[in-house]
């Protein structure tokens, strides 16, 4: 996943909203949204649900329409319920950074209860892993932190589990404080290798330009077994010959066309063995495939295309088959929509999701209102890539392929994006002693 300055808007969107205080629903009972996984597009649903439900600005409204909900009535009497495996939102796009820098490490975690933003009585945080989706009787089932089965009813989801990726590409450690040794452990080790070098197997573009840049004076090998880099992506020849050339100019060894097989030696070193009969000695493998399983074994195989990703309409709404499972919504890496994996891209699918939830809602308690659904308009490909301390990006709607030095700050700042990335969900207030 790879961040791209178009994919997230410097601005909310305020949609007009006529007279407030005459446009409540009728009150039976509190309803509860459950969103399930709260990364890009999880935390996207939510804060769009909040926003909405106060009246507010909503994030990445200038990406949609958003018209019919102007003057509708306004939903208040539910709660949301996210129940996600990890105790924080972790920033993925940051990980190449996070993992090689101690000094980036802890910013690029942060704990869901440090977000003053999410500190409100109609929100409530579930650290746990989803088992089951009952969508007859509206249940989820999950496993607490101490193992034990529990139930939780919804009346709406929204599925962004996302996919599950191999350490180090995204942490494997479910709680901030055991991510932080992982991490540091990660970092000690790179540092330690700067006899024999590390090598970077797989797509790990960004991984080996950021070793590269932090630590001059190790060598660093990056391993493909395709004849390009980037191979599987949906973008032009001149993007991916730029990634390989800025990567060379950083001083990173590329070998391209080669499948492997690494040994470990007794001494905590490897042999990497390639498929001509050389080999390579190093201190460090790093691993970074583009192998992912989607996050989705607690649904009904109905539901999920061949390759376990989740089916959905054009609204988001789960779909099997025929027939539309109208209270279950997916959203991010998840769905099976074609297009590049990113973090953007997955916000604004949280965002309609969680628009249309909410839209939902109130048409569940007022069927004369001419209710209306969000629709999700595909982006076209795009993609930013940091390659050590350079950059190149691509958009096919407007200057094609640029790159540069000068690029690194509009396009990622100092943190991979992360910032930028709160500011555009309207995360501003964290407290990093809680």
Same mark, same amino acid.
């Given at each position: 996943?790879?961040?791209?300055?178009?994919?997230?808007?410097?601005?909310?969107?305020?949609?007009?909203?006529?007279?407030?205080?005459?446009?409540?629903?009728?009150?039976?009972?509190?309803?509860?949204?459950?969103?399930?996984?709260?990364?890009?597009?999880?935390?996207?649903?939510?804060?769009?649900?909040?926003?909405?439900?106060?009246?507010?600005? !909503?994030?990445?409204?200038?990406? %949609?329409?958003?018209?019919?909900?102007?003057?509708?009535?306004?939903?208040?009497?539910?709660?949301?319920?996210?129940?996600?495996?990890?105790?924080?939102?972790?920033?993925?796009?940051?990980?190449?950074?996070?993992?090689?820098? &101690?000094?980036?490490?802890?910013?690029?975690?942060?704990?869901?209860?440090?977000?003053?933003?999410?500190?409100?009585?109609?929100?409530?945080? !579930?650290? %746990?892993?989803?088992?089951?989706? !009952?969508?007859?009787?509206?249940? $989820? $089932?999950?496993?607490?932190?101490?193992?034990?089965?529990?139930?939780?009813?919804?009346?709406? $989801? !929204?599925?962004?589990?996302?996919?599950?990726? &191999?350490?180090?590409?995204?942490?494997?450690?479910?709680?901030?404080?055991?991510?932080?040794?992982?991490?540091?452990?990660?970092?000690?080790?790179?540092?330690?290798?700067?006899?024999?070098?590390?090598?970077?197997?797989?797509? #790990?573009?960004?991984?080996?330009?950021?070793?590269?840049?932090?630590?001059?004076?190790?060598?660093?090998?990056?391993?493909?077994?395709?004849?390009?880099?980037?191979?599987?992506?949906? +973008?032009?020849?001149?993007?991916?010959?730029?990634? /390989?050339? +800025? /990567?060379?100019?950083?001083?990173?060894?590329?070998?391209?066309?080669?499948?492997?097989?690494?040994?470990?030696?007794?001494?905590?070193?490897?042999?990497?063995?390639?498929?001509?009969?050389?080999?390579?000695?190093?201190?460090?493998?790093?691993?970074?495939?583009?192998?992912?399983?989607?996050?989705?074994?607690?649904? &009904?195989?109905?539901?999920?295309?061949?390759?376990?990703?989740?089916?959905?309409?054009?609204?988001?709404?789960?779909?099997?088959?025929?027939?539309?499972?109208?209270?279950?919504?997916?959203?991010?890496?998840?769905?099976?929509? &074609?297009?590049?994996?990113?973090? %953007?891209?997955?916000?604004?699918?949280?965002?309609?999701?969680?628009?249309?939830?909410?839209?939902?809602?109130?048409?569940?308690?007022?069927?004369?209102?001419?209710?209306?659904?969000?629709?999700?308009?595909?982006?076209?490909?795009?993609?930013?890539?940091?390659? #050590?301390?350079?950059?190149?990006?691509?958009?096919?709607?407007?200057?094609?392929?640029?790159?540069?030095?000068?690029?690194?700050?509009? +396009?990622?700042?100092?943190?991979?994006?992360?910032?930028?990335?709160?500011?555009?969900? %309207? /995360?501003?207030?964290?407290?990093?002693?809680?």
């Amino acid at each position: 996943m790879n961040f791209d300055q178009k994919d997230v808007p410097q601005q909310t969107v305020k949609i007009p909203r006529g007279d407030l205080s005459q446009r409540h629903y009728s009150k039976t009972r509190k309803r509860r949204v459950v969103i399930v996984g709260c990364s890009y597009a999880g935390m996207s649903a939510t804060l769009t649900l909040a926003a909405l439900k106060d009246g507010l600005p !909503i994030p990445f409204a200038s990406y %949609g329409n958003y018209s019919h909900l102007q003057e509708a009535p306004l939903a208040q009497d539910f709660n949301i319920t996210i129940v996600d495996e990890r105790d924080g939102f972790f920033h993925s796009v940051g990980a190449p950074l996070a993992h090689i820098s &101690p000094a980036k490490t802890h910013m690029m975690w942060k704990l869901y209860r440090g977000f003053a933003e999410l500190k409100r009585p109609d929100i409530n945080f !579930i650290q %746990g892993a989803v088992t089951n989706v !009952i969508s007859e009787s509206q249940t $989820i $089932i999950y496993q607490d932190l101490a193992g034990n089965p529990q139930t939780l009813d919804y009346d709406y $989801i !929204i599925i962004s589990s996302g996919l599950r990726r &191999p350490w180090p590409v995204v942490p494997r450690s479910r709680k901030m404080i055991s991510y932080l040794k992982d991490a540091s452990t990660f970092a000690q080790r790179i540092a330690g290798a700067q006899k024999l070098g590390v090598v970077v197997i797989g797509g #790990g573009v960004e991984f080996a330009g950021k070793i590269q840049t932090h630590y001059a004076g190790t060598p660093v090998t990056l391993i493909h077994s395709r004849d390009q880099l980037l191979s599987n992506e949906p +973008l032009p020849e001149e993007f991916k010959l730029k990634a /390989l050339e +800025l /990567l060379q100019q950083e001083g990173v060894k590329v070998i391209l066309n080669q499948r492997v097989k690494v040994e470990e030696l007794p001494d905590g070193t490897h042999y990497v063995r390639f498929n001509d009969g050389g080999r390579l000695h190093t201190a460090m493998v790093i691993m970074a495939t583009a192998s992912s399983t989607p996050a989705s074994q607690f649904l &009904p195989c109905s539901v999920l295309s061949n390759t376990g990703t989740v089916n959905v309409d054009s609204n988001l709404r789960v779909n099997a088959g025929q027939d539309i499972m109208a209270r279950v919504f997916a959203a991010g890496d998840i769905t099976s929509l &074609p297009g590049i994996k990113l973090g %953007g891209t997955a916000m604004v699918m949280g965002s309609v999701a969680g628009a249309n939830a909410y839209a939902s809602l109130i048409a569940e308690h007022n069927p004369s209102w001419p209710s209306a659904m969000e629709p999700y308009v595909q982006m076209k490909p795009r993609m930013a890539l940091s390659v #050590g301390n350079n950059a190149v990006c691509y958009s096919s709607s407007d200057e094609g392929v640029r790159f540069g030095d000068e690029l690194v700050e509009p +396009l990622f700042g100092s943190d991979l994006g992360w910032s930028k990335i709160l500011t555009a969900l %309207g /995360l501003k207030n964290y407290d990093s002693a809680c």
